[in-house]
């Protein structure tokens, strides 16, 4: 998502490897010079009333705080977080504190390392932290300030804790309630004091818990597909059988005559059906015949990608090389013997638990979209392209999202725009819910890249890399859309910039980016999905090859590179995974670590195998995330992080035939099952700076944790994922 401009990376961490690219979308790709994403989009829109403590604290007379978030709910709990900073500086009582999804408003609610509305790439406390902090201690000062003149005492000798205001000489006290009022005519400090590190009695312990957990368990959470609207219509859509293809004909008779279908209508990636159920609209489909254009679309099998994938990385072809990472002079440094892996990487589905789905309401210019949006600017922005109106003139209603893992959040908003060109048909402000099966989803595209490495290394005397190539092929995630230039640095993030180039004298690193029909998207820890096996399977081969123990090889090239918190990280979870210690035979411990958002993390994994198939019964984790804030929801990412990606590394894999994608669901495109998901401890790095990202670095470090046991366990290096072959 690039951002307009690139924030302090040391804050950001990798948030800025992928494009918003927002400036060149409204009005079919032309710039408005001197406007901000918020400023494009608040076209014509207008602006909620905010109450005396600003766009995120709301407090009402019953003394409980209402904490607005800018963010997403897609199952990752950022809310428990954020709501812990206002709280904390406000000296609220978490017990009454609340949580309240924002409007869909850039001006107010934008994400500071984007530039727009929207949450992805880890940053939802990343860039709020600072934020949220003065929002809450603003809020404090005015209670502070309104007790001091109600009490006629200086304001320094107020105590706030648990929203009572005390003047502990006097023994008077005051609620919020009690001064809600008054506190609401003090003006807002420009520059309110924040609190010292030492003093915070709520953020890093386990109070800081997920405040959505009873509606989820009870069934009382609103999501998109539970929303009902009085005369709402539901709409299914074929879609082309190969990516790349376009309607050329269709004939519809068969479908308007299923009960229940009200119409059927050609949009710009389909053929919609529009019915008063589900199921009428699930029959309809079926009935339809749509015969497709396929001169444009892709017809090769994933075999003869990876082929031809090789063969650019091998020099042949004449795609584009992109340096990513360059040092030293290679004129001659691979002369001789030379250390060489290749590793072969599948398209991924996102896979999430509920499908893609939205509902449109179109009056004229006017739009109301009530689904979950993971960056409303953008939804905003091409839902106004599609009606031709002003982005202003969109609402978003912003539900709750049964997961996401970055599919939700595409640039093109691309079943948001169906939605609302069907219910543009269909008129009158008519409600339209767009559904999209599980068929629909898995083979719908938007895929994490199918990837390519190939690696060769010149080692020194004592079996350290001395010279380091490096060429990845992949497609990028950016090309095509609006404002995007390559290279694209999601697809070698986690390769460029590594401890171990660093602490290489002669790298040389290039990245090719072909093209085909078949659409890519980030994935959760996009290019780290791949490039930490890549760069951590090599460093444990490298380790073998020069008799060394792993944990040691890796320290030494930190210290080499200077690499104190990838250092620090490893020495917890060995320490706490035991590692060098005996296990039962037939087990191997495996080691990783990679930083990716701004967060360093390791992983040590206990692997045997039963049957040929790895089995994961541990996972040990140290995070170095900055200050922890809720150390509960960290261990949770943590572990549903190395699930994700030790299903991936397992099982996930999308391939084609011809063209045609092969897995449809989960029948055929597996995922982890509850009696196969490890234990998984995690240890938090004790740390004062800046907090960075969480929901997405613990997904790319298990496949090469585990990759790395199976060479302890059997001497043999994975070179393809998954490890379990369909």
């Known amino acids: 998502m690039n951002a307009f401009a690139k924030p ?42 905010l109450g005396a403590f600003g766009p995120f604290i709301k407090i009402t007379p019953d003394n409980w705080v209402t904490v607005i978030n800018k963010h997403q709910e897609m199952g990752q709990g950022n809310h428990a977080g954020l709501a812990a900073i206002v709280a904390e500086e406000l000296d609220a009582d978490w017990d009454k504190v609340r949580v309240e999804a924002s409007v869909a408003n ?20 990343n860039n709020s932290w600072d934020q949220l902090r003065l929002a809450g201690a603003s809020a404090r000062a005015m209670f502070v300030q309104a007790a001091a003149t109600r009490f006629g005492v200086p304001a320094h000798d107020l105590v706030v804790k648990d929203s ?27 520059s309110p004091t924040l609190k010292r590190r030492s003093d915070f009695t709520l953020i890093g312990t386990d109070r800081v818990r997920r405040k959505d957990s009873l509606a989820k368990s009870t069934g009382t959470a609103r999501y998109t597909q539970d929303v009902h ?90 795609e584009k090389a992109y340096v990513f990472q360059t040092a030293g002079d290679a004129t001659h440094a691979f002369d001789g013997q030379l250390f060489e892996a290749t590793y072969d990487f599948p398209f991924l589905a996102h896979a999430t638990m509920e499908a893609m789905n939205c509902v449109a309401q179109v009056h004229g210019n006017k739009v ?71 068929e629909d989803d898995m083979t719908g595209g938007l895929y994490r890249p199918l990837t390519h490495h190939a690696i060769a290394v010149k080692t020194d ?9 490096h060429r990845i092929v992949t497609q990028s995630t950016e090309k095509g859309l609006p404002g995007s230039k390559p290279p694209d640095d999601s697809a070698y993030e986690g390769a460029q910039g590594s401890p171990y180039l660093k602490a290489t004298p002669v790298v040389d690193g290039q990245a090719y980016l072909p093209d085909s029909p078949v659409t890519t998207l980030w994935w959760r820890s996009v290019g780290a999905t791949h490039t930490a096996m890549a760069m951590e399977h090599t460093i444990d081969q490298l380790a073998r090859r020069a008799g060394k123990d792993p944990a040691d090889y890796r320290r030494a090239l930190y210290r080499k590179a200077g690499a104190g918190r990838h250092l620090g990280v490893l020495d917890l979870a060995c320490q706490k995974a035991g590692w060098g210690q005996p296990l039962p035979a037939g087990t191997a411990r495996g080691l990783a670590v990679h930083e990716c958002f701004g967060s360093v993390v390791a992983q040590v994994a206990e692997v045997s ?35 994700y990606g030790l299903s991936a590394a397992l099982y996930g894999q999308i391939t084609l035939k011809d ?62 994922l998954p490890f379990v072959k369909a």
Request: glycine share 10%; charged share 20%; aromatic share 6%.
């Open 609 to 643: 195998l039963k049957d040929g198939v790895p089995r994961v019964g541990r996972v040990v984790t140290a995070i170095d995330c900055g200050v922890a804030i809720s150390p509960d929801q960290i261990a949770a990412q943590m572990e549903g992080g190395t699930c």
């Open 106 to 125: 850039a001006k107010l609610y934008a994400n500071t390392l984007m530039g727009v509305q929207g949450t992805g790439g880890s940053t939802a406390i």
């Open 461 to 469: 005397a004592e079996g350290f890399p001395a010279a380091w190539r």
């Open 229 to 318: 609207l009085p005369d709402m219509l539901t709409a299914m859509v074929a879609h082309p059988t190969k990516f790349g293809a376009k309607v050329k004909d269709f004939d519809a008779d068969a479908a308007r005559k299923v009960p229940g279908v009200v119409d059927v209508v050609r949009i710009p990636t389909g053929v919609a059906v529009i019915a008063q159920s589900t199921y009428a609209a699930k029959l309809g489909r079926d009935a339809l015949k749509v015969t497709w254009n396929e001169d444009k679309a892709e017809k090769r099998s994933t075999d003869q990608i990876l082929a031809d994938y090789k063969a650019i990385a091998a020099g042949q072809g004449h």
């Open 368 to 438: 109301k979209l009530t689904f979950a949006s993971q960056i409303p600017t953008l939804d905003q922005l091409n839902t106004a392209m599609a009606v031709v109106t002003l982005p202003g003139t969109v609402d978003i209603e912003i539900l709750p999202a049964g997961g996401s893992f970055g599919r939700r959040g595409n640039p093109l908003s691309d079943y948001v725009v169906e939605c609302v060109h069907i219910a543009k048909h269909v008129g009158g402000g008519r409600p339209v819910k767009l559904v999209w099966t599980r």
């Open 8 to 49: 302090d990376t040391a804050q950001a961490g990798s948030a800025t490897r992928r494009g918003f690219v927002v400036g060149a979308t409204l009005a079919g790709g032309a710039l408005v010079v001197g406007c901000s994403p918020a400023d494009i989009v608040g076209f014509h829109a207008q602006t909620p009333h």
């Open 659 to 720: 063209g045609l994608v092969q897995q449809t669901n989960f029948d055929t495109y597996r995922v982890l099952r509850i009696n196969e998901a490890p234990a998984v401890e995690t240890y938090i790095v004790p740390s004062d700076n800046h907090p960075t990202g969480v929901g997405e670095p613990g997904t790319p470090v298990i496949a090469p944790a585990v990759a790395n046991a199976l060479l302890a366990l059997t001497g043999k290096p994975t070179d393809s």
């Open 164 to 190: 009572m205001v005390s003047h502990v000489l006097s023994g008077r006290s005051a609620s919020f309630a009690d001064l809600l009022a008054d506190a609401s005519k003090v003006a807002p400090p420009k």
